[in-house]
């Protein structure tokens, strides 16, 4: 079944976390710069999956070049799976699946948002309790400010990026459960 066109919701307070108990959910957190072409893949993959059914113990959230903005999202989810842009050498639009132990292991900074990216990513390793985080990278060539529109291989591979991040996260929720 296919939702019809919504206009996504903007979530404006950290409470939105709390409200109800995330210990069986699995957030998918797309991030990136939307104004810089292809960097901004993390947020397009939110986008498409805001269109779909998807499963109730799946939350998605456009996390864009938010920092430490996101923080609260590591106190609540068990499991995170982050969906982000990388300039790997691999052909445009390569999906990899990167399973990230400390900052470093997150892609080469792309724009400013890597920056705060792997600073929250260091801050999330000094909490007391740490996610489960998995990584899904799409290899891009180069970065184009001031336009949101995505190459056409990285668009081509949005939908099989989404079947991989179901996929994962139906493995992880039976893990979960």
Known sequence: MKIPER???AISSDSYFFEKDKSDSILILG????????????????QE????EL???????DGGTGGFLLLSCFQVYPTIIFVDATMDGKPAGTISLIRPKFASDFPSALS??????????EAVYLMEKV????LF???IEE?????IALSQKVKDAIPKLINQILEQSEKLHLKLS
């Open 137 to 139: 990278t799409v290899s």
């Open 31 to 46: 991030v990136g710069n939307y104004l810089m072409g292809d960097e901004g893949i993390g947020v397009h993959v939110i």
């Open 7 to 9: 206009t996504p919701i």
């Open 112 to 121: 400013v948002h890597d920056v705060g990216l792997k600073d929250m990513i």
């Open 131 to 134: 996610p489960d985080i998995h």
């Open 55 to 61: 499963p109730k113990y799946v939350d998605i959230l």
């Open 143 to 147: 970065l184009n400010p001031m336009t």
């Open 49 to 52: 999956m805001y269109k779909r």
